[in-house]
Nanobody, 124 residues
């Protein structure tokens, strides 16, 4: 198992910002892609954003384009999700995941390792 630990979730008003972090430990992730997914109550888990660890290629869901930014710090083995202009519909548990294929894919079944999730709640 590869420990992935998310942090940075919380309660924020609509229009506000949060930055999620995902720290990976135990191995080097130079050949992995990292992704963020979310799951709202009663809904399927959905793709949010992904980044290729080595090349920095990114991929975003249409619903977050222009508002969310995924980035990574290779030295810290950490990936971030900067979330701006948050909306109530962004409320969900956000999960970090690692994919051993270094392409920022959007399907959760391709990802091999998952964090425990962090709650993001956006009030109207």
């Amino acid at each position: 198992q590869v420990p992935l630990v998310e942090s940075g979730g919380g309660l924020v008003q609509a229009g506000g910002s949060l930055r999620l972090s995902c720290a990976a430990s135990g191995r080097t992730f130079s050949s992995y892609a990292m992704g963020w997914f979310r799951q709202a109550p009663g809904k399927e888990r959905e793709f949010v954003a992904a980044i290729s660890w080595t090349w920095g290629r990114t991929n975003y869901a249409d619903s977050v384009k222009g508002r969310f930014t995924i980035s990574r710090d290779n030295a810290k083995n950490t990936v971030y999700l900067q979330m701006n202009s948050l909306k109530p519909e962004d409320t969900a548990v956000y999960y970090c995941a690692a994919d051993d294929i270094p392409v920022p894919r959007t399907t959760d079944s391709w990802y091999d390792y998952w964090g425990q999730g962090t709650q993001v709640t956006v009030s109207s």
